[in-house]
């Protein structure tokens, strides 16, 4: 399988919209190069921001 994928077939894969595939790319700082994306850095970033935008789990309350 290549790693090196447009926007357009990463979107597919993923089953993301195109532009927020490239939304997600500036966001996150991936890199688009040649018109292509590294399909691993993507979604290690994605995952990475994914967890730190996660809500915390509940908290232990002490009164």
Same mark, same amino acid.
């Given at each position: 399988?290549?790693?090196?994928?447009?926007?357009?077939?990463?979107?597919?894969?993923?089953?993301?919209?195109?532009? %927020?595939?490239?939304? *997600?790319?500036?966001?996150? #700082?991936?890199?688009?190069?040649?018109?292509?994306?590294? +399909?691993?850095?993507? %979604?290690?970033?994605? *995952?990475?921001?994914?967890? #730190?935008?996660?809500?915390?789990?509940?908290?232990?309350? +002490?009164?």
């Amino acid at each position: 399988m290549a790693n090196h994928l447009t926007p357009s077939e990463l979107a597919d894969q993923l089953q993301m919209k195109q532009q %927020e595939v490239i939304g *997600r790319c500036v966001e996150m #700082g991936v890199p688009i190069f040649h018109g292509r994306i590294d +399909r691993t850095l993507f %979604e290690t970033s994605l *995952r990475s921001l994914g967890a #730190g935008q996660a809500p915390p789990p509940a908290a232990v309350t +002490r009164h």
